[in-house]
Each structure stands twice: as structure tokens, then as C-alpha cells.
Nanobody
């Protein structure tokens, strides 16, 4: 069973940047892709960005132009570069790997953006 471990969260001022990393304990080549989700207090978990094995990506409208997802297959790692952060980006960010309807999740990393 592949495990996902996120890192890189923290506290940042509005307008700042953070880079999240998600390292898989094993090969993720058998999965269709990986992604980042977030969940703010009192809200449902929502998709932030996904990237497939072919390298195609998609983003939530709220982060387009500010966030970039990328992956390093050799390191079994996916990244989320977050720029121009806003207070509304504050949430727990979860790494995800998906294979059709099967999903695995990391434990989450807190991102807090102060105004």
C-alpha cells in the first residue's frame, strides 16, 4: 500500500508563497494521477489541482494563475507551488493519488494565510 506524506505547510502573509510537497512511499506509476485537495473549517473538501500520468493538469478556478502543480516521477513526488496567497486559501491541504474510483490520501498539512 502506497502512503503519501505531505510537507511544506505553514503560516504566511497574504501575497506570499509556499511550496507543498507530497512524497509517495512507493511507485505511483500504477495510479492515473495525483492531486491536491483542501478543506477549510466548516467547508467540504475541494479539489485544488490534479495532474495525470500524461502530464495534463487542471485547477480550481479560484487558484488558476496562482498555483502550479508538478510532479517528479523519479522521486515519486508531486508539488504544489502556491503564489499570491490569499486569506481564503487557508485550509488543510491533502495530497491524493487516484486510480479510477480508488483514492489514497495523505494526512494533510495546514496552510494559514494571514491578512
Amino acid at each position: 500500500q502506497v502512503q503519501l506524506v505531505e510537507s511544506g505547510g505553514g503560516l504566511v502573509q497574504a501575497g506570499g508563497s509556499l511550496r507543498l510537497s507530497c512524497a509517495a512511499s512507493g511507485s505511483i506509476s500504477g495510479y492515473n494521477g495525483m492531486g491536491w485537495y483542501r478543506q477549510a473549517p466548516g467547508k467540504q473538501r475541494e479539489l485544488v489541482a490534479r495532474i495525470t500520468n500524461s502530464g495534463s493538469s487542471n485547477y480550481a478556478d479560484s487558484v488558476k494563475g496562482r498555483f502550479t502543480i508538478s510532479r517528479d516521477n523519479a522521486k515519486n513526488t508531486v508539488y504544489l507551488q502556491m503564489n499570491s496567497l490569499k486569506p481564503e486559501d487557508t485550509a488543510v491541504y491533502y495530497c491524493n493519488a487516484f486510480k479510477y474510483t480508488y483514492n489514497i490520501w495523505g494526512q494533510g498539512t495546514q496552510v494559514t494565510v494571514s491578512s
